[in-house]
């Protein structure tokens, strides 16, 4: 099913800024979508073309409006 694992380990936390960071290297600003469901996720949705929002507050939601955003369920 998939090509590649990008993955944290004990010397690097692939999470928020870092994760945004190492998929723009990969696949260029907006060449990606991605899917999350927490407020550290917004570097990587900023940086995606589609951020996919799956069981998030109203804060998240709130944040994420000036983004190219779908919402499939909140909580």
Known sequence: LFDDVMASNKHFNLSSHNKADKLVERFGKQG???????????PVWEASNLAILVN??????RKTQH?????LSKK
Do not use: C, S
């Not at 990606?32 to 917004?42: E, T």
């Open 32 to 42: 990606f979508d991605y899917i999350g469901d927490h407020m550290r996720d917004l």
């Open 56 to 61: 998030v507050p109203a804060k998240v939601i």
């Open 67 to 71: 983004l190219n955003t779908l919402i």
